[in-house]
């Protein structure tokens, strides 16, 4: 599957973005989905998941409360929107995808998107 991300920008501390992530190449319904995000220098970090029959999703410690992952298996895409920026969120954001699994270990994710920058000012 192939995975499009976008969405991110220059945002305030306090504000919110919503990125998306398109799919294209297999049944989208069939994977689970999840967001990560790196800040270079840094290991890539967990984000939020969610399951592909929607029925369950997790989130990192950092983002929960805050952010809310959610799918529209119409259009193939993946949102995660992000409410009360910190600048500690400023990161490289990636998509990911996996058949089964649906972990926060990104390693044991198979398909990824390419990144979308978020930049949270203070």
């Known amino acids: 599957v192939q995975l499009q991300a976008c969405g991110g920008g220059l945002v305030q501390a306090g504000g919110f973005l919503r990125l998306s992530c398109a799919a294209s190449?297999?049944?989208?319904?069939?994977?689970?989905l999840g967001w990560f995000r790196q800040v270079p220098g840094k290991e890539r970090e967990f984000v939020a998941a969610?399951?592909?029959?929607?029925?369950?999703?997790s989130y990192g410690d950092s983002v929960k409360g805050r952010f809310t992952i959610y799918r529209v298996n119409a259009k193939n895409t993946v949102y995660l929107q992000m409410d009360s920026l910190k600048p500690e969120d400023t990161a490289v954001y990636y998509c990911?995808?996996?058949?089964?699994?649906?972990?926060?270990?990104?390693?044991?994710?198979?398909?990824w998107g390419q990144g979308t920058l978020v930049t949270v000012s203070s």
């Open positions: 190449g297999r049944t989208f319904s069939n994977y689970n």
């Open positions: 969610i399951s592909s029959d929607d029925s369950s999703t």
């Open positions: 990911a995808a996996h058949r089964a699994l649906m972990t926060m270990t990104p390693e044991e994710w198979y398909y």
